[in-house]
């Protein structure tokens, strides 16, 4: 925490640079502000990149996708993808089914390769490190999942290759869950 009383541009600058937000205790001065300004900026830049890969679907879609990047940030799973809304695993599972997602395991399996692509593209990380924030017990656990996702490989592909790949890899699995659960209505309807 920093006193900062810097021009509109200054605070661009450090937007810039990856802050995840300004909290004005001169504005923001009870708890409950400032615990919703902390909760929002919970995981932000991570969300950032998986929202631009959600720009068609329904809010409840980017929600569910969210909280699954909050959870991974957090290293858990599905039930406490389910814990963040305060519903059951099975009422996510059905969520998911509904807005064309994943399924939660997937949908978290694809959350921590995505932040894991993502971090090995930050200037010095280490292939372990990037792992272990994204919740994964070592970096053969890492490189076998960036692999099987569709990520590439730690050893050979270049680091600024791994988000691309990963995001591409889930938009592809996002269309083929979206025509799942088209397909699932549509023979619902017929019964």
Known sequence: M????????DVSVLLEWRVSGLLDLDLQ???ESVAEM???AHARPF???AERLLRRRSETAKNLVRAACEVAVEHGGAVELARKFGVAPTTVNQWCLLEGLPVPRRLLAWARVLLAAMLLGEEGRSVASAGRAAGYANDHALRRALIAFGAGNPSSTPRAEHLP?????????????RRRSARSTASEALS
């Open 2 to 9: 920093m006193r900062v009383r810097s021009s509109p541009a």
């Open 38 to 40: 902390l909760r929002d």
């Open 165 to 177: 790949r990963a995001a591409a890899a889930f938009a592809s699995d996002l269309r083929e869950a």
């Open 29 to 31: 001065r009870n708890a």
């Open 47 to 49: 969300k950032r990149v």
